[in-house]
C-alpha cells in the first residue's frame, strides 16, 4: 500500500521539477541562516543563485559528521532554538554524540515518512504494531511510533530488551507486525524456539527491521523461523532517523527512497567524485525539507548503489541496495578490504552454523590476523570432534574464498555471543588497543 501515493508515484519529470524548486529553496534558507553553510559555499564560490539545475547540487561542499561535532551541540540549526520541539541523538560511541533537533513540522514530516516505511512493509490500520527499538534519544523507537500511530495501528511501545516479556506479549497482545533490529529478530525467534514457542502459537504476519545491515539470506532465515515476511529499512538520526527509505512487501528487491524529501548521490569514498548511476559507492542525502537541521551532501559513510526499475507497488522512486556496510566499517585486514556483511552471506550458506558471528582482528608480529567467531548449531556443538572439524574446514574454506585472504574460524559454544535488543556488534578490533 503506497501511504502518500500523490507523491510516491510521481512521474519523474514531475519529481524532478519538484526537487529542483525545494532545493534553491533549501540553499537559499541556509545560506541566509546558517554559517557554517554560508562560509562553505563563499569558499567555494557558489551563491543560492548559482543553483538552477539538480545538477548543480554537486557543486556544494559536502557535509561530514565532523562538522556536526565541531558544531556541537545546535550549531547547525536553521531555527532559533524555542522552534525546536524534539531532540534526538546518535549513541556517540566514537567522541561526542551528534545531536538532531525537530520542529514541529519536521516531526509531521517524519511521521509520514515512517508511516509510509511502515505501509510499504505491508502494515495496515488493522495491525497490532509491536515496537521493539529503544525509545529515548535513539531515533527508532519514537520515529517508527508516530508513523504507526498516523498510520492507525494499534501501536505496543514496548521498546528494547527483556526479551522473555517481549514474547509474552507478542503472544498475549496479539502482535501482527514486528519493529525491531534484524539481529533482535532471530534473537526473538531463538528464544521463541527456547520456551517452546512456535510461530503458529503466535499471530505475526510481518516484520519491519533496520537499523543495521543484514544480508537477503538472512531475511529468509528470519522469515522461516518466525513465519512472516520481512523488509528492509533505512534512516540515520542525522537525516531524520527511520524513514528515508524502505522496502516495498512486493518486491523486497531494494529500499525506494522518498525522493520527494531526499536526494541521493552516491561518491567515491576517497575521492568524493560522483559516481555514474548504478555504481557502488558511498550514498550522500540532502534533506529537502528539513527545517530544524537541513543538511547539504552529508556523507552518510553507507555502501549502496542507486537504481531504477518498474517496481510492482507503483512507486516510481528509485531504489537503494541493502546497504552492504559503512566506509568506517570496513576492516583493512593485511591490505584487504573486509565487511562483516561479506562473512555474514558466506556464513548463511554453510549448513549447522547459526548466523551469530564476530570478526576479531589482532596483530601477530607485523601480521594481522582475523578470526572469525562462529556460534554452532545446538546438535553440531555435541557432535563427534570430527564433524565439527569438517564444518570449521567448509566455513574456513567459504569464507577465505570470498574474501581472498586466509582467516581463523573458531567454533564458539552455541548462544555465547552477545546478543544485544539493539545493533549487533560484528567487529573487535583489538590492534587498536595496543
Ligand atoms: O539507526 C535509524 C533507524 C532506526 C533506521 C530504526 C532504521 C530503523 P542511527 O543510530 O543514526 O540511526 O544509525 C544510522 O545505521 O548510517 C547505517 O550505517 C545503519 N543503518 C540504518 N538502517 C540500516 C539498514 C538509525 N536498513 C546508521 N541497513 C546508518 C544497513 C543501516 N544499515
Redesign the pocket.
Known amino acids: 500500500m503506497l501511504w502518500e501515493p500523490e507523491w510516491e508515484a510521481l512521474p519523474r519529470d514531475e519529481l524532478e521539477t519538484l526537487q529542483l524548486f525545494r532545493l534553491k529553496r533549501l540553499v537559499r534558507r541556509v545560506y541566509e541562516r546558517v554559517p557554517f553553510y554560508r562560509e562553505g559555499m563563499d569558499r567555494v564560490g557558489v551563491k543560492p543563485e548559482d543553483v538552477r539545475t539538480l545538477e548543480d547540487l554537486a557543486r556544494l561542499p559536502f557535509t561530514t559528521k565532523e562538522d556536526l561535532r565541531e558544531n556541537y551541540p545546535y550549531g547547525l540549526f536553521a531555527v532559533p532554538l524555542p522552534e525546536v520541539v524534539r531532540i534526538h541523538s546518535?549513541?556517540g560511541t566514537t567522541g561526542k554524540p551528534t545531536v538532531v533537533g525537530y520542529t514541529k513540522g519536521d516531526l509531521e514530516t517524519w511521521a509520514n515518512l515512517t508511516a509510509r516505511v511502515l505501509a510499504a512493509g505491508g502494515v495496515k490500520r488493522e495491525d497490532v504494531v509491536q515496537i521493539a527499538?529503544g525509545y529515548g534519544l535513539?531515533?527508532?523507537g519514537f520515529?517508527?511510533h508516530y508513523g504507526a500511530e498516523k498510520l492507525g495501528a494499534t501501536v505496543i511501545p514496548i521498546s528494547s530488551g527483556n526479551t522473555r516479556r517481549q514474547i509474552m506479549i507478542m503472544k498475549d497482545y496479539g502482535t501482527t507486525a514486528l519493529i525491531c533490529?534484524p539481529s533482535y529478530a532471530l534473537y526473538l525467534a531463538e528464544t521463541m524456539e527456547e520456551v517452546g514457542i512456535s510461530p503458529r502459537d503466535v499471530r505475526l504476519r510481518v516484520g519491519l527491521?533496520?537499523?543495521?545491515?543484514?544480508s537477503d539470506q538472512m531475511r529468509r532465515e528470519i522469515e522461516e523461523r518466525l513465519g512472516i515476511d520481512a523488509t528492509?529499512?533505512?534512516?540515520?538520526?542525522?537525516i531524520i532517523?527511520?524513514g528515508?527509505s524502505g522496502e516495498c512487501i512486493e518486491a523486497k528487491s531494494g529500499?525506494h527512497i522518498f525522493e520527494d524529501h531526499f536526494i541521493p548521490e552516491i561518491v567515491d569514498p576517497a575521492t568524493g567524485e560522483v559516481l555514474p548511476h548504478g555504481e557502488k559507492g558511498e550514498l550522500v542525502i540532502t534533506t529537502l525539507t528539513k527545517e530544524a537541521l537541513p543538511l547539504i551532501r552529508y556523507r552518510?559513510?553507507?555502501i549502496t548503489h542507486l537504481y531504477h526499475e518498474e517496481c510492482p507497488c507503483g512507486r516510481t522512486l528509485v531504489k537503494m541496495a541493502?546497504?552492504s556496510g559503512?566506509t568506517d566499517?570496513m576492516l583493512i585486514v593485511r591490505g584487504v578490504n573486509v565487511f562483516p556483511s561479506q562473512v555474514e552471506e558466506a556464513l548463511l550458506e554453510v549448513e549447522g552454523v547459526s548466523p551469530h558471528f564476530q570478526l576479531v582482528v589482532d596483530r601477530r608480529g607485523y601480521l594481522d590476523e582475523l578470526e572469525v567467531w562462529v556460534e554452532a548449531s545446538e546438535s553440531l556443538f555435541f557432535d563427534s570432534m570430527r564433524k565439527q572439524k569438517e564444518l570449521v574446514d567448509r566455513i574456513t574454506e567459504k569464507i577465505s574464498s570470498v574474501l581472498g585472504i586466509g582467516v581463523k574460524v573458531r567454533l564458539v559454544e552455541p548462544r555465547t555471543l552477545e546478543r544485544t535488543a539493539g545493533?549487533a556488534k560484528r567487529v573487535v578490533d583489538r590492534r587498536e588497543l595496543r
Do not use: Q
Open positions: 546518535s549513541s527499538f535513539f531515533t527508532g520515529g517508527l533490529t527491521f533496520g537499523a543495521e545491515p543484514w528492509d529499512n533505512y534512516g540515520l538520526s542525522e532517523g527511520p528515508v529500499l552518510t559513510r553507507d541493502k546497504p559503512r566499517d545493533k
